[in-house]
């Protein structure tokens, strides 16, 4: 096998250690931008959410944000939905009205098929109907709305 060229050499010695701390600033920040605490003390338009989340069943240290808000079937899809997602909040509160949230099917999806991987022993004896997704009863849990968790309103759902 030959030499590798002086020329070559050099942008290897350059390039690799960039590429190393680019990855490694990458994998940190990913990290640091999924932690409930950063969602929730960094945008103002979450902290009734992190204030809400923290008071529920799902609270921080039982379930971070991540696990409901990031798709879970695959690394490549997940950075994908969070760089939209991400984007999408930061440009819609930026040029809209800045206090709306505002969810796409592609959200109310993850967040569903997150609901049945955590929820799966109960969901699998729950008869589901018209297409209905778990977030069109549960649309409010764990943040609530207002100060009320749950709806008062008594939902009959069938049992396998």
């Known amino acids: 096998m030959s030499e590798v060229p002086r ?53 921080e240290g039982v379930v971070e944000c991540k ?16 760089g939209y997602s991400g984007a999408k909040d930061i440009y819609k509160n930026t040029f809209a009205e800045p206090v709306v949230l505002h969810t796409t099917t592609w959200s109310d999806n993850v967040a569903n098929n997150n609901c049945i991987r955590c929820h799966e022993a109960v969901v699998a004896r729950i008869q589901i109907e018209d297409g209905l997704l778990c977030i069109d009863c549960h649309r409010h849990t764990p943040h609530g709305q207002g100060n009320q968790s749950f709806g008062s309103e008594t939902i009959f759902t069938s049992i396998r």
């Not at 696990?67 to 969070?82: G, I």
């Open 7 to 59: 020329k070559y050499k050099k942008w290897l010695v350059i390039s690799i250690p960039v590429l190393a701390i680019f990855i490694a600033g990458f994998a940190y920040m990913y990290e640091y931008t999924s932690t409930t605490h950063y969602c929730g003390t960094t945008c103002h338009i979450m902290e009734p959410l992190y204030e809400s989340q923290l008071h529920s069943a799902h609270r």
């Open 67 to 82: 696990d409901c808000h990031l798709p879970h079937d695959n690394f490549p899809h997940q950075v994908v939905y969070k």
